[in-house]
C-alpha cells in the first residue's frame, strides 16, 4: 500500500496528531480542547512555535461566511422562545395526527417545518422534543418510540436553511461552491428523510396499534397554517434572498434575525424582553461552542495539509479500487463511523479536506458531496450507542440509551437507505440546484 | 456533587457579564449586517468596515460564549468510556480534562495576546482601528476559558442550568 509521507518524521507527527486527539477523545475530554490539544502536541513536535496554532484556531473561526453562524442560530432561539414551534406543532397536527402513529407523524412534519426554522437537529430535539415526547407518551405511546422518532426526524433540519452545517461545508471546501446551490441541492434528500422516516413510523404504529388523532377539518387546518404562516415564511425569505441575489448568505443571517424579532415580538408579541435577553444569552454560548470547535479543528486542518495527509488519504483509497461506486460506499462507511462519536462541525471541517479531493477524483459533484457528508455525519449523531443527539433525545424522554436503542433500528434504516439512495441517485441532490440557477 | 450554592459568587458575577457581553456582541452584529443591506439599497453605498468590525465582535462574542460553555460543560465530548468508570477515576479523568483546558485557553490567552499587541500598530483592512482588535478576542476568551476551567477542576459538575 502506497502511503507516502514525506518522510518518517511526518508519520510520526500524523501518529501524535491523531493520537492525541483519540486519547483526549476516549478519556472523556470536550471534542474541541482534544482537537486542539492535538494540534499543538503536534506543532510542539515539528519544531514550529505554539503561536502557530492559535493563529489557525483564530484563522478557523475569522471567515467571513462563518458569521452566518450565530445569526442563524440566534434567528432559532428567537422562533423557539418566540412560540413559534408550538404554532408549527399546530399546524403539523392538524395536517398529519390523524394518519397510523398520530404523534409520531406530527413529530416528523414538525421537525421539517421547525427544521427551516432552527437548522440545528439538537435545537429540533429540545424544541419539539420537549412539547411532543411528554404529550406522546401521556397517550399511550412507549417512550423510546416517542424519543426515537424525534431524533431521527431531527435530521431533517441538518440539509434544510438556515442549517449552519452546509454553509460551513461551502466555507471549508473553500470558493466555487455557491451556497444557494447547496441550499437547494438539500431540499429534495431532506424530503425524502421525512418521508421515509414517517413510512417507519406507521409500520412501527402500526406493529404496536398505537392511536391516531381526530382530524380537525379543513378550517382549522386553514387558522393553524395562517398562524404558522410567518415561521414558515422564514424560510423563504432566507433561501429566496439568497437565491435571487438580494443578499449574501452572510446578510441573509441578519436579516434573518431581524425578521424573527418582528414576527416574534411585534406581530405575535409572544417575546417578553426576558425571553429575548435568554435568547441572545443562549445563542451566544450556543454558537461559541460551534466556532471554537470550528477554530480548533482550523487548526487541525492546517496541520492535516501540512503534513499532507489528504494527499496519502486519496492515494491510499485510490489504490484500493478504482470503482467508483465502491469508493464512495468507503466514503459512506467511513463518515458514519466517525460520525459516531465527532460532532457535525468537527466533522465537517475535517473530513472535508480528506474526502472532498477524492470525490473530485471520481467525479463526484461537490454539491453531490457535500448533501452526503452533511446527511452521514447526521446519521452518526443517532448512531446507538454514542450518537450525541440520541443523548439528548434519551435526556428528554427520560428514559436509558439501552431503552431508546429498543426501537431506533427502523429510523436508522430508514435514513441509511435515504444516505444510499442519495449518494448513488445524483440526480436527487443535482437536478433542483440544476433547474433554478 | 455541587449545588449552587457552593459556586464562587465572584465568578457568578463575572460569568453574567460576559453573557451580557457576549449577548451584546451578537447584537451589534445583527445591526452591523443589517446596516450593510440597509447602505447598499437605501443609502446606495457600502460601507466598508461592516465585515472586518462584525468578524472582530463574533470573535470577541463566540469566545466568551465558548468560556461560559466550558463553565457549563456544554461542550461536545464523547462520555462513553468516563460514564463507564468507578467514580474516583471518572472525576480523575474530568479532573484532568478540566486542566487541559484550563491550558488551552491559558495558551489562547497568552498567544492571542502577543498577536494583539504584535499588530496594534496596523490598521485594519476596511476599517479605522488597530487590526490586533481582531485578536482581543482570543486574549479575553482565552482567559476566560481558564478561570472557568479552574473553576470546575475546583468545585467538579455544574449546578443544573434552568430557563
Given at each position: 500500500m502506497a502511503i507516502r509521507l514525506r518522510s518518517m518524521a511526518d508519520r510520526m507527527e500524523t501518529a501524535i496528531l491523531f493520537g492525541v486527539f483519540a486519547l483526549l477523545l476516549v478519556l472523556g475530554a470536550p471534542v474541541a480542547f482534544a482537537i486542539a490539544c492535538a494540534a499543538l502536541a503536534t506543532v510542539i513536535s515539528l519544531g514550529l512555535p505554539p503561536a502557530v496554532v492559535i493563529q489557525q484556531v483564530a484563522a478557523g473561526f475569522g471567515k467571513v461566511s462563518l458569521l452566518a453562524i450565530p445569526l442563524f442560530i440566534f434567528t432559532g432561539e428567537l422562533m423557539l422562545r418566540g412560540g413559534m414551534s408550538e404554532k408549527l406543532i399546530a399546524l403539523a397536527s392538524s395536517l398529519v395526527g390523524h394518519l397510523r402513529g398520530g404523534l409520531g407523524q406530527v413529530t416528523v412534519v414538525s421537525s421539517t417545518l421547525f427544521g427551516g426554522v432552527s437548522g440545528s437537529a439538537l435545537a429540533d430535539v429540545s424544541a419539539i422534543g420537549s412539547t411532543v415526547i411528554p404529550q406522546m407518551q401521556k397517550r399511550g405511546f412507549s417512550k423510546d418510540y416517542a424519543v426515537d422518532v424525534t431524533i431521527s426526524a431531527a435530521l431533517v433540519a441538518l440539509l434544510l436553511p438556515p442549517s449552519h452545517n452546509l454553509i460551513l461545508y461551502a466555507a471549508v471546501a473553500g470558493g466555487g461552491i455557491s451556497i444557494a446551490d447547496l441550499f437547494a441541492a438539500g431540499i429534495i434528500p431532506a424530503l425524502m428523510l421525512a418521508a421515509a422516516i414517517m413510512v417507519a413510523a406507521y409500520v412501527l404504529a402500526r406493529r404496536r396499534g398505537y392511536p391516531t388523532e381526530v382530524f380537525p377539518g379543513w378550517r382549522a387546518v386553514a387558522t393553524r397554517l395562517a398562524a404558522a404562516l410567518p415561521g414558515l415564511l422564514l424560510v423563504f425569505v432566507i433561501f429566496g434572498g439568497i437565491r435571487a441575489g438580494v443578499f449574501t448568505a452572510v446578510e441573509s443571517g441578519a436579516v434573518a434575525v431581524l425578521y424573527a424579532l418582528m414576527v416574534t415580538a411585534v406581530v405575535f408579541r409572544s417575546l417578553s424582553w426576558a425571553e429575548f435577553q435568554k435568547a441572545a444569552m443562549h445563542a451566544a454560548r450556543a454558537s461559541g461552542v460551534v466556532l471554537f470547535v470550528i477554530g480548533a479543528a482550523g487548526a487541525f486542518g492546517w496541520l492535516m495539509a501540512y503534513l499532507q495527509i489528504p494527499a496519502a488519504a486519496v492515494e491510499f483509497l485510490s489504490s484500493l479500487t478504482d470503482e467508483r461506486h465502491v469508493v464512495l460506499l468507503l466514503i459512506i462507511a467511513t463518515l458514519l463511523a466517525l460520525g459516531t462519536f465527532m460532532d457535525l462541525a468537527p466533522m465537517i471541517i475535517i473530513c472535508t479536506p480528506i474526502f472532498l479531493p477524492l470525490a473530485r477524483a471520481f467525479e463526484i459533484a461537490p454539491l453531490h458531496f457535500g448533501v452526503i457528508l452533511v446527511l452521514a455525519a447526521g446519521i452518526g449523531l443517532i448512531t446507538p450507542p454514542v450518537g450525541s443527539v440520541l443523548f439528548v433525545g434519551s435526556a428528554i424522554g427520560g428514559i436509558s440509551i439501552a431503552e431508546a436503542m429498543r426501537s431506533i433500528w427502523p429510523f436508522y434504516l430508514a435514513a441509511v437507505v435515504v444516505l444510499l439512495l442519495v449518494a448513488f441517485v445524483p440526480a436527487l441532490s443535482l437536478w433542483l440546484p440544476g433547474v433554478w440557477r | 456533587m455541587s449545588t449552587p450554592d457552593q459556586h464562587a459568587k465572584p465568578l457568578d458575577t463575572l460569568a453574567r457579564l460576559v453573557a451580557l457581553v457576549a449577548a451584546a456582541s451578537?447584537?451589534?452584529?445583527?445591526?452591523?449586517?443589517?446596516?450593510?443591506?440597509?447602505?447598499?439599497?437605501?443609502?446606495?453605498?457600502?460601507?466598508?468596515?461592516?465585515?472586518?468590525?462584525?468578524?472582530t465582535l463574533?470573535?470577541?462574542?463566540?469566545?466568551?460564549?465558548?468560556?461560559?460553555?466550558?463553565?457549563?460543560?456544554?461542550?461536545?465530548?464523547?462520555?462513553?468510556?468516563?460514564?463507564?468508570?468507578?467514580a474516583p477515576a471518572r472525576r480523575t479523568l474530568k479532573t484532568l480534562s478540566r486542566l487541559l483546558a484550563c491550558a488551552f485557553g491559558g495558551a489562547l490567552a497568552y498567544y492571542g495576546g502577543t498577536l494583539m499587541l504584535d499588530s496594534w500598530d496596523v490598521p485594519l483592512a476596511g476599517a479605522p482601528v488597530p487590526e490586533g482588535l481582531s485578536f482581543a478576542g482570543l486574549l479575553v476568551g482565552g482567559s476566560l476559558i481558564a478561570i472557568f476551567a479552574i473553576e470546575r477542576a475546583v468545585l467538579g459538575d455544574p449546578p443544573a442550568e434552568h430557563g
Open positions: - | 451578537l447584537c451589534a452584529m445583527v445591526l452591523i449586517l443589517g446596516w450593510q443591506v440597509f447602505g447598499r439599497y437605501v443609502l446606495n453605498a457600502s460601507p466598508g468596515w461592516t465585515e472586518p468590525i462584525a468578524l463574533m470573535s470577541l462574542s463566540a469566545l466568551s460564549g465558548a468560556a461560559l460553555g466550558v463553565r457549563q460543560e456544554t461542550h461536545f465530548s464523547f462520555p462513553t468510556l468516563l460514564e463507564s468508570l468507578p
